[in-house]
């Protein structure tokens, strides 16, 4: 497909999927990396009525974070708790798995 080929292409290490029906997060998980190892990182630090926690997708043999989000305009909902709610899970992969991401801070 179209989108397997670009992220063969792209050989991103950072995946973001904040579409409603999840039918990006399926297609990277269940298609494109399906079958391998795989580490779910959750991070409910910030607890807010009606959100389900962000979730980042962890696969360490090929060093790809997969972050499962929210779509950025969530109606009447605050804003900083979508990007609290994603940056709090981001922080806990940085330090449990460093190694991949270093490179972000040069």
């Known amino acids: 497909t179209l989108l397997k080929n670009e992220l063969d292409i792209l050989k991103a290490n950072i995946l973001v999927c904040c579409d409603a029906n999840d039918s990006q ?3 990277v998980t269940g298609t494109y990396l ?4 795989c580490v779910r990182i959750l ?6 009525e009606g959100f389900k926690p962000c979730s980042i997708y962890y ?7 997969v972050i ?3 779509h950025p305009t969530r109606l009447g909902k605050p ?4 990007y609290e709610r994603v940056v709090c899970t981001m922080r806990k992969l ?4 460093p190694e991949p991401f270093e490179k972000l801070n040069e």
Do not use: H, M, T
């Open 25 to 27: 997060f399926k297609f």
């Open 34 to 37: 399906i079958g391998k190892k």
């Open 43 to 48: 991070d409910d630090s910030i607890e807010y």
């Open 59 to 65: 696969y360490p043999e090929e060093k790809v974070a």
């Open 68 to 70: 499962k989000s929210y």
């Open 79 to 82: 804003n900083w708790i979508i």
């Open 94 to 97: 940085l330090r449990e798995y």
